[in-house]
């Protein structure tokens, strides 16, 4: 019997797919990134669950849907005494450690269990100087955060018992808001940034729930998203412009002329003279400073790699490469994720393993983040436990997709009444040609809309005719058959996985 694997599971925060180079965005190079994809394999519909960070954690840790594992929001963390990957994974002979983001709760009930090392961020963590929780002790490491996680990752290597195969997830804090870029990169990125063509989606055509969520990069980015600050005696009277405000939104005033701006690292200051232009700046501020986060990343990826192949290691090990969930890099005007809208929905992945990948393959079926803990398992030669809800999509790495493989996936997001963000709560599915969501925000309505009973609406959208996501064909006539056929996919998913549906029975 061939040895097992080892596993290199590196996830980022918030890392869209658009901002790695193989996928084709074409705003910015990830050389290391692209080198997984160039001698492994990229997925193209690998999907979350919940498109927020505490959620798609749990999924990928245990397996299983958030109703299963009660982790549905933010504030929700996770119950430690449940079975999870990276306790099958010890069980079987592997060693074990989690090193950067955990997201999923503090203290001995929710703290990292199953691993045989742990170093991880409490709660978000900070860019600079972090503070860790290192096997229940409070640290902080000088340093970058993705280069801190990075030397930890690659230390635990150095040190590792070498008679045993290891299972290592390196989670990045990067790129999460508020988007703190290394000071070496901070000039990366000169020329502007290509704006997407939604930019200026005026919502129409679509559920009530897009117009009305508050992720919009005209109007809901905070001094402290953009790293700038406010002067002394600005536009907002009666308060001081301290680094303490700077999580208050940045004014999109019609009258622009009053309204200055400062870089709180260089002290540049910068003015306008249109709504237009004050738009155009925050785009491109948002931007520049997200992808110099991700440059960190790439250039961590390419140590990891290095690494590996300095330690002969390289071809018994699988390296994935994933992001919790997409993000909106202006797309319909937004920052942000949670909703099933397919930049935030679709998820990066990358998977090199020279034993079973051919260099180069792309596989365009339909995986999902409650896939992953499964697909391990089974690479690891252990048996896959019954409660687990993913399957295994180990033979889709083989270049073979098996006859029952589904291609739909389940997406559900909880949180009702988030005021952040005023995402309305929904769900729905997606196959390989559309998507269908029902909208459901229970009990919450905002102050002054009048929403007229449209509280509960469903979207359907033809992802080969209608990429962008423009037209909701639902009551359209020429798609009543789609309708009746993704309500009845919609309907067996949620009776497979035991999800309770909150739309009408259809007689
Ligand atoms: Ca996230």
Not at 214 to 222: C, L
Not at 244 to 250: A, C, G
Not at 316 to 343: A, C, P
Request: charged letters at 25%; aromatic letters at 12%.
């Amino acid at each position: 019997m061939s040895r097992q694997p080892n596993i290199v599971f590196i996830m980022a925060d918030d890392h869209a797919s658009k901002a790695i180079s193989c996928y084709g965005g074409g705003i910015n190079q990830t050389p290391h990134l692209d080198r997984l994809a160039e001698e492994g394999m990229r997925f193209d519909h690998c999907y979350v669950t919940n498109s927020i960070c505490t959620p798609s954690r749990a999924a990928i840790l245990t397996g299983t849907y958030n109703h299963v594992n009660c982790v549905s929001t933010l504030d929700t963390h996770i119950n430690n005494r449940l079975p999870n990957v990276a306790k099958h994974l010890r069980t079987g002979g592997y060693q074990t450690a989690i090193i950067g983001k955990w997201h999923l709760g503090e203290g001995e009930d929710h703290e990292p269990t199953g691993f045989d090392f742990w170093s991880v961020l409490p709660g978000q963590g900070e860019y600079f100087d972090p503070i860790m929780i290192e096997m229940g002790e409070e640290i902080e490491v000088p340093g970058y955060a993705t280069d801190v996680i990075t030397d930890k990752s690659l230390a635990w290597l150095e040190e590792r018992d070498q008679s045993k195969p290891f299972f290592l997830m390196c989670h990045h804090k990067a790129p999460h808001r508020e988007w703190e870029p290394h000071p070496k990169n901070r000039n990366l990125f000169q020329d502007d940034v290509n704006i997407p063509e939604t930019f200026d989606d005026d919502y129409k055509n679509r559920a009530m729930a897009a117009a009305v969520a508050k992720m919009r990069i005209k109007d809901d980015m905070t001094y402290a998203d953009l790293g700038l600050v406010q002067p002394e005696g600005g536009s907002e009277v009666g308060e001081r412009a301290t680094l303490n405000s700077t999580r208050r939104k940045i004014p999109n005033p019609v009258d622009v002329s009053g309204l200055r701006l400062i870089d709180k690292d260089t002290g540049e200051v910068y003015t306008f003279k249109t709504n237009e232009q004050l738009s155009h700046f925050k785009y491109q501020r948002y931007l520049k400073r997200y992808l110099r986060t991700i440059a960190s990343i790439d250039e961590s990826v390419g140590r990891v790699l290095e690494y590996l192949d300095d330690h002969n290691l390289s071809d018994n090990t699988i390296v994935v490469y994933t992001s919790d969930q997409g993000f909106f890099l202006g797309e319909h005007g937004w920052f942000d994720k949670r909703f099933m809208y397919e930049e935030s929905f679709q998820m990066p992945f990358l998977v090199r393993y020279p034993g079973e990948i051919e260099p180069g393959e792309v596989c365009k079926n339909v995986i999902c983040n409650v896939d992953f803990a499964a697909t391990f398992l089974d690479l690891a030669g252990l048996s896959i436990p019954t409660y687990m809800q993913g399957k295994s999509f180990r033979p889709l790495l083989n270049g073979t997709t098996p006859d029952n493989w589904s291609d739909v996936a389940y997406h559900r997001y909880w949180m009702h009444r988030d005021r952040d963000h005023n995402a309305y709560s929904h769900y729905g599915i997606r196959n390989q040609r559309y998507k269908l969501i029902y909208w459901y925000n229970e009990g919450y309505h905002l102050p002054g809309a009048n929403h007229g009973g449209e509280d509960r609406e469903w979207e359907l959208f033809d992802c080969e005719k209608d990429p962008l996501e423009l037209f909701n064909v639902y009551a359209d006539t020429a798609y009543q058959g789609v309708v009746i056929d993704m309500t009845a996919q919609l309907d067996k998913k949620m009776a497979e996985i035991g999800d309770e549906p909150e739309h009408p029975t259809v007689p």
